[in-house]
């Protein structure tokens, strides 16, 4: 099944930071997405950063009418680079008997979505013999290697986590450079914010913090609800992560992204041990932003974590 959503790079053909991928919209340089209850087109250029107009062009759609099922072709744009990445490498793998794509995808360290995105497959059904696309890692094509959860564990190691409370991770930018946890800390109790820092993890940008750098904020440590979203029901289960720069100007770093993926691969497949729903600020309802700025990867995000 395709990914459901856009901001995808031209600069990739597919592509993982930390085990993202990137669906193969980028070989026909569009993708496309299924229409689901509650949808509607300015609903689904808002969320996947195009506009109406593009939609309806893309789709030979005489008017804004779409219906529950229906597969809309959403073309990539100019704003939907990522910098840094370069394509990653494509192989074959030939399936054998016994396989499923679960192992498929296991054996490769890439996830079921991004293998059938690879491919574009609808169901899980393969056949013994069938020749399927094999995505590779960015994680392997970028610069950094390196570890960044040290930090992560070690606090967390002082901690009991209470697994039952977290129900979702939100993503957001600070929408200024400067910042840690520190800055962040004071700024927010000074606020009036009893708990101080909003947010439960930040990651630095290279100012006043390393580039990548992941700091763990104090309502991680004391597992409290966060303090970053106008819903009050959302901080009570949300985890918010905040990576340090305006995205609506600048794109995140690599060091940045792939902080994020290995924070978010953690979270999910140790501390939490289980997929919670994951969304950019601006994609909650009620919220009136464009929290996490237009550069920041939520497509590719989503290829990942939905």
């Not at 856009?6 to 299924?34: E, K």
């Not at 610069?143 to 960044?148: Q, W």
């Not at 950019?280 to 009620?286: A, I, N, P, S, V």
């Not at 932003?289 to 939520?298: E, I, M, N, Q, S």
Request: hydrophobic residues 40%.
């Amino acid at each position: 099944m395709h990914s459901n959503r856009r901001q995808f790079t031209r600069s990739v053909l597919l592509a993982t930071a930390g085990g993202m991928l990137l669906p193969p919209a980028l070989w026909a340089q569009a993708i496309t997405y299924n229409v689901k209850k509650g949808d509607t087109l300015g609903k689904i250029a808002l969320r996947l950063n195009t506009s109406t107009s593009e939609l309806k062009r893309a789709n030979n759609l005489k008017s804004d009418l779409i219906r529950v099922g229906q597969k809309l072709t959403i073309p990539t744009g100019g704003n939907t680079n990522l910098a840094g990445y370069k394509p990653s490498a494509m192989s074959n793998y030939i399936v054998v008997k016994d396989d499923t794509l679960g192992k498929i995808a296991q054996r490769h360290g890439i996830s079921v979505n991004e293998l059938k995105a690879a491919n574009n497959l609808s169901r899980d059904l393969i056949l013994v013999g069938q020749n399927l696309r094999i995505p590779g890692n960015v994680a392997r094509q970028t610069a950094s290697t390196e570890d960044l959860m040290a930090k992560v564990r070690a606090a967390t190691a002082r901690i009991k986590i209470q697994r039952d409370k977290w129900q979702r991770i939100v993503v957001h930018h600070s929408a200024i450079k400067y910042g840690n946890v520190e800055k962040y800390d004071a700024a927010h109790r000074h606020r009036g914010m009893q708990n101080g820092l909003a947010y439960h993890f930040l990651i630095g940008n290279g100012i006043d913090a390393d580039d990548g750098e992941i700091e763990v904020g104090p309502r991680w440590q004391k597992q409290q609800a966060g303090g970053h979203v106008k819903n009050h029901l959302i901080n009570q289960t949300a985890i918010g992560i905040c990576l340090i720069g305006n995205f609506e100007k600048t794109h995140p770093s690599k060091k940045q992204l792939t902080a994020f993926t290995q924070l978010m691969d953690w979270l999910q497949g140790v501390a939490l041990g289980k997929k919670v729903h994951f969304a950019g600020h601006r994609e909650l309802r009620g919220e009136q932003t464009v929290c996490p700025g237009k550069h920041f990867p939520l497509a590719l995000m989503h290829a990942r974590y939905d």
